[in-house]
């Protein structure tokens, strides 16, 4: 069984009531998700006192719950952009308004994740309101989508709402360089942004066994024997899951998870597995031999850092941006995400026993080095800190036991 925290220490310091707003949360499956998740838990060891606020999208799930330490409480929200075509931007009713304001004074400070999406918004207007500290993380810039009206909308959200919230907020906390130029872009001053790695669970998310290879294998119906190029994400374009089909080789099976609706015509070097949880996850990382992850304007995401903690060589679409972590070229490979460059890094991976070594073991230690949330963990709660010891704040203080997790999510 995994160890459930690693550093234990009683300390006197001033506790944090945080509501954590975001438009999606677990057991809704992506990105933010996790991040979100991770966020909350951590902090309810540190000793906080954590509530997250987010979207009850089928009339099944839970209204409120307790999660590892920290309260989830979920609005009633219309989804029918996502269930109908993709789009996830849940909506909330008129009811929210209340109950975030009635949350919102007894919290100390509000943390919001992505000032693109209503909850937030409204979210950060009642902080002002009642003159909460407001946090933003901020995880993407404009998404490339085959929507017009999504652009459209993304465009019109960014100059007009964000860039107020992003104005409001203490800190706004970015995971790569393209969402900090993003940013930067728009006016925000560079003072207020901070750049940081995301994080994983090291621990949970690392290099399997063969014999458990071949069971997820047999669990999913692949072949034992045929080398397996992953993908992990939404089928949306940005991600470039087209690239990756038209980049199909008899050498190699493709085999995508995640959510979205999967082409009607799927090619026989093909496999879409649909959404899997973390668990799924980490056993599909296990058993594939390489993780390509075409899409543009994305960079060393959760699902990128979860393979690479699995020991799996990365072939990732080039970006300029890169250049500025200082990674090995030997060590994850960086193309541009056209269907016969992709094939052809493959092959060339595929081929090269020695090469294939030793990006799995760059992987890993990149991962280990850069990656472990439990090494990135007290950088937020440092933020809070600092502005829970202004004058003008009163935050309780009294002794707790602090407990950095590294538990599996």
């Not at 269930?83 to 509000?110: H, Q």
């Not at 009642?126 to 459209?152: C, M, N, S, W």
């Not at 014999?211 to 047999?218: F, G, N």
């Not at 809070?384 to 707790?400: F, I, L, M």
Request: neutral net charge.
């Amino acid at each position: 069984m995994v160890e459930q925290f690693n550093i234990t220490q009683v300390i006197d310091r001033e506790v944090a009531r945080v509501l954590i707003v975001s438009a999606y949360a677990c057991p809704h499956i992506g990105g933010i998700e996790v991040v979100v998740g991770q966020q909350a838990r951590t902090l309810a060891a540190l000793g906080h006192k954590v509530t997250v606020v987010t979207s009850r999208c089928a009339p099944s799930g839970a209204a409120q719950e307790e999660v590892d330490g920290y309260m989830v409480i979920r609005i009633p929200a219309w989804n029918l952009l996502e269930e109908r075509i993709g789009v996830p931007f849940p909506v909330w009713g008129l009811s929210a308004v209340g109950r975030l304001s009635d949350l919102i004074r007894k919290s100390d400070v509000v943390h919001v994740h992505d000032v693109y999406y209503g909850s937030s918004i409204l979210a950060a207007s009642l902080a002002r309101r009642y003159r909460r500290p407001l946090f933003v993380t901020q995880h993407v810039g404009i998404v490339e989508h085959d929507k017009e009206f999504v652009k459209l909308a993304q465009k019109l959200v960014y100059s007009s709402a964000g860039r107020t919230l992003w104005h409001w907020a203490e800190t706004i906390t970015v995971y790569n360089r393209i969402v900090e130029e993003f940013l930067h872009s728009r006016g925000v001053s560079p003072e207020k942004i901070s750049l940081t790695y995301n994080g994983i669970d090291t621990r949970y998310f690392h290099p399997g066994t063969y014999d458990d290879a071949l069971l997820t294998r047999q669990r999913y119906g692949l072949p034992p024997d045929v080398p397996i190029v992953l993908s992990v994400g939404r089928l949306v374009p940005k991600k470039g899951f087209q690239k990756l089909i038209d980049a199909r080789s008899s050498e190699y099976e493709v085999v995508h998870a995640g959510p979205g609706t999967i082409p009607s015509d799927v090619p026989e070097e093909v496999r879409f597995l649909g959404p899997l949880n973390r668990t799924e996850l980490r056993d599909l990382y296990q058993a594939s031999d390489i993780f390509a992850f075409p899409a543009v304007g994305e960079m060393l995401t959760l699902v990128m850092q979860e393979a690479m903690a699995c020991g799996l060589p990365v072939v990732a679409a080039a970006d300029d941006t890169y250049s500025r972590y200082g990674l090995d070229p030997s060590g994850i490979a960086l193309v541009d995400p056209q269907p016969e460059i992709l094939r052809s890094a493959f092959l060339e991976i595929l081929g090269d026993p020695a090469r294939m070594r030793y990006m799995q073991t760059y992987s890993r230690w990149l991962a280990e080095e850069h990656f472990d949330w439990s090494k990135n963990t007290m950088l937020l709660a440092s933020q809070y800190q600092a502005v829970g010891s202004k004058p003008e704040r009163s935050w309780h203080r009294h002794k707790t036991e602090t407990r950095i997790p590294i538990n599996a999510p």
